[in-house]
């Protein structure tokens, strides 16, 4: 079992918890995530760490509730347990291979939306860590709905809060306050990092390729087994079948095909579409675990 050290209702359906996973907290890395259970019966539910403490031995996870599975923890608390905590899974976050004396050369800018702000923090902590600055933008649908600004501010250069109705912070879509800062205020970028939703994501690839900003994007979002055994986050990178779960999360959003993996994302929600995802995909619709051959 894995006790909760704290647990926090961050804003409307999301929920931050502290977990004791010491195991976890010694090797994991930002951009890695963890597979969790509340008990021994419920589904397996891979959330991407959000923060970690190796002297005390603690993952931070970040759940928003949608399902069975999620709206299960809701009502955890401190002192209650999960049943299942295992990690860290998936590749770390690519500037974690870098010499950090490149990457202090660089102009780095995470563009963060709703729920993928809390895996976008531990990655600019990190760089911080490591005398590196970034900028980011968070974006959320209103102010009620931002997650994670102050803790970001004392690891970031520059926030730049955006929200789509204008309720606080910059007006409009990230995408927006991106080109602002580049077109308008005269800023330049060596990289950039997105993560939030899908669509989300997309479009900011289609912002930065016209302004020519090498991007990464972290595809948790089409995770469901987390281990490469179920198919669901298969999708096509540079003409190339991955597999999100084990051979990324992170990958070269300009080469990602988001409007396939948006349309398999919601054929897989039915028993229809995922008889005929595998029909479709014969060998390829798993991969990574090492028993079905789709790996080979």
Request: aromatic share 6%.
């Amino acid at each position: 079992m894995y006790k909760i050290v704290r647990a926090q209702e961050l804003t409307t359906n999301i929920y931050l918890f502290e977990v004791e996973a010491k195991r976890v907290a010694k090797t994991c890395l930002p951009g890695q995530f963890v597979i969790v259970r509340t008990d021994e019966e419920a589904e397996r539910i891979p959330l991407t760490i959000s923060d970690y403490n190796r002297e005390t031995g603690t993952i931070t996870i970040v759940v928003q509730t949608i399902g069975a599975g999620t709206m299960a923890m809701k009502d955890l608390k401190a002192g209650d347990a999960f049943h299942d905590f295992v990690g860290p899974l998936g590749q770390p976050s690519e500037f974690c291979m870098e010499d950090p004396e490149e990457l202090k050369k660089k102009k780095i800018i995470f563009v963060a939306g709703g729920l993928g702000t809390a895996p976008v923090y531990p990655q600019v902590k990190w760089l911080h860590e490591n005398g590196v600055d970034a900028d980011v933008i968070i974006g959320a649908k209103t102010k009620d709905l931002l997650i994670y600004e102050e803790d970001m501010k004392k690891v970031a250069a520059n926030v730049y809060p955006t929200t789509d109705d204008g309720s606080y912070g910059r007006s409009g879509m990230v995408t927006t306050t991106l080109k602002d800062l580049v077109e308008k205020e005269g800023k330049t970028y060596d990289v950039c990092v997105a993560i939030g939703p899908m669509i989300m994501m997309k479009f900011v690839c289609l912002t930065t390729k016209e302004l020519d900003i090498p991007t990464i994007v972290s595809m948790n979002p089409i995770m469901v087994d987390g281990t490469g055994m179920c198919g669901a986050c298969r999708l096509t990178v540079g003409g190339e079948v991955k597999f999100a779960c084990v051979d990324g999360p992170e990958f070269d959003g300009h080469l990602v095909d988001f409007d396939q993996a948006m349309k398999r994302q919601q054929m897989y929600k039915t028993a229809e579409g995922r008889a005929l995802l595998k029909q479709q995909e014969g060998d390829t619709h798993h991969g990574g675990c090492g028993h079905c051959g789709g790996d080979k």
